[in-house]
């Protein structure tokens, strides 16, 4: 690993958090298909660079995410976005407090400014969810003047040294628009494709030591097959989602994997031949 992360890692671990900010630092367990893109993000964070993630639904974007949370012992905040983000939700809002017998209104700080003052590190999940008119007002806070002029108090706030923003986009999906192109320009974008099969058995194996043989070989078939049918375009991504996967193998822990496919994977699609298609599928792997 390259020295500039063991440094920066060594000097992020020797910083201590409060109880509540320990909370929201990452468990890791991101198992990367490529071998230079965990470095290459990390790098990429060292160097102060917002991080865009790309790829399918169930790649790995938010486990990514929360590995680097862990790597750095570094607490996150997680926006979701949709279509009813607006600036409070980012920034934070006012409120009436009562105060030493006075009534006073108080501002709230939001997910972006805790990061930003506390040197932490900033997710933002599906950000082409959100409206284009909506993050605009993180252009600052994104490029190299790493700040941001708070348009509900007036104060100006400067990034810690360690505050960092790593933002996810599912691409081409419906509810989803193309992002503004002077917010995309101020991001290192990565693609996040699915596991291979020996990361992908690596994984479940790492994940359920325990498990019998028989069943982390059927699971893994099972992907495969509905890997096959994603390419072949007759299945969604999210039918070979490895999160999904995960959820279909803890199940079929107890209650047997044919069912386990049916609630964790065939459900979730909206089409009812999608939902066939994949009952079939398993059928034929169970033994």
């Known amino acids: 690993m390259e020295a500039i992360i063991e440094e920066e890692r060594k000097e992020r671990l020797s910083r201590r958090h409060g109880e509540d900010e320990a909370l929201l630092i990452g468990t890791g367990g991101y198992v990367s298909p490529d071998p230079h893109l965990w470095e290459d993000v990390l790098t990429a964070v060292v160097i102060r660079r917002p991080v865009l993630l790309k790829g399918p639904t169930g790649s790995g974007k938010t486990k990514l995410a929360d590995s680097i949370s862990a790597f750095f012992a570094q607490p996150a905040h997680q ?7 607006d600036a409070e939700a980012l920034l934070g809002y006012k409120t009436i407090i009562q105060k030493e017998g006075r009534t006073e209104i108080e501002f709230i700080d939001g997910p972006v400014i805790r ?3 506390n040197g932490h590190l900033l997710y933002i999940d599906e950000i082409n ?25 007036g104060e100006v706030i400067r990034a810690h040294p360690d505050f960092g923003v790593i933002a996810a986009i599912n691409e081409g999906y419906v509810g989803t628009v193309p992002m503004n192109e002077a917010l995309k320009n101020r991001f290192i ?23 019998p043989s028989v069943l982390i070989e059927t699971m893994l078939d099972i992907s495969e097959d509905l890997r096959e049918q994603v390419r ?17 193998t803890e199940l079929a822990l107890h209650i047997g994997p044919e069912r386990a496919i049916r609630y964790a994977v065939a459900e979730k699609l909206e089409d009812r031949g999608e939902r066939q298609l994949v009952m079939d599928l398993a059928c034929t792997r169970i033994r």
Do not use: W
């Open 79 to 85: 926006v979701n976005c949709s279509v009813d983000l």
């Open 189 to 211: 974008a990565f693609k996040v494709p699915y596991l291979g099969m020996q990361e992908t058995r690596d994984l479940l194996e790492s994940e359920f030591p325990d498990a």
């Open 115 to 117: 990061a930003m003052k």
């Open 129 to 153: 969810m959100a409206k284009p008119e909506t993050l605009p007002i993180l252009h600052s806070v994104l490029d190299y003047r790493r700040m941001l002029t708070n348009p509900f108090t």
């Open 232 to 248: 072949n375009g007759l299945l969604e991504d999210e039918a070979a989602s490895i999160r999904s996967l995960i959820d279909a």
